[in-house]
Nanobody
Framework: QVQLVQTGGGLVQAGGSLRISCAAT????????MGWFRQAPGKGREFVAT????????YYAESVKGRFTISRDNAKNTMYLQMSSLQPEDTAVYYC??????????????????WGQGTQVTVQV
């Protein structure tokens, strides 16, 4: 059974930093592209960042480019999202997602097979 367990997140002041993690079990992590999405109140779930199975390719939403960094440690079966220069508009529930046995990173939500439980990130002015 595949599980994606998220940790981290919380409350931060504008301009601050946070890191969220996603630990995977039950899948061949190094062969699975991963991604981060987020959902703000009253809005749909939107793409944030994605990384290929070997970590060599990553893509970002324009709104977070240069501020967020996606990374993975295949030895620990864990993916990370380092968020810097956070702004109130970054406030959302953040979800990690996995493509089972698919190496290629993608921004398309429907191509992900598994999802984490979600982590609240709140940025205060």
């Amino acid at each position: 059974q595949v599980q994606l367990v998220q940790t981290g997140g919380g409350l931060v002041q504008a301009g601050g930093s946070l890191r969220i993690s996603c630990a995977a079990t039950g899948l061949t992590f190094s062969r699975s592209a991963m991604g981060w999405f987020r959902q703000a109140p009253g809005k749909g779930r939107e793409f944030v960042a994605t990384i290929s199975g070997n970590g060599g390719t990553s893509y970002y939403a324009e709104s977070v480019k240069g501020r967020f960094t996606i990374s993975r440690d295949n030895a620990k079966n864990t993916m990370y999202l380092q968020m810097s220069s956070l702004q109130p508009e970054d406030t959302a529930v953040y979800y990690c997602a996995a493509r089972n046995e698919r190496l290629t990173a993608t921004t398309t939500r429907g191509l992900y097979d598994y999802w984490g439980q979600g982590t609240q990130v709140t940025v205060q002015v």
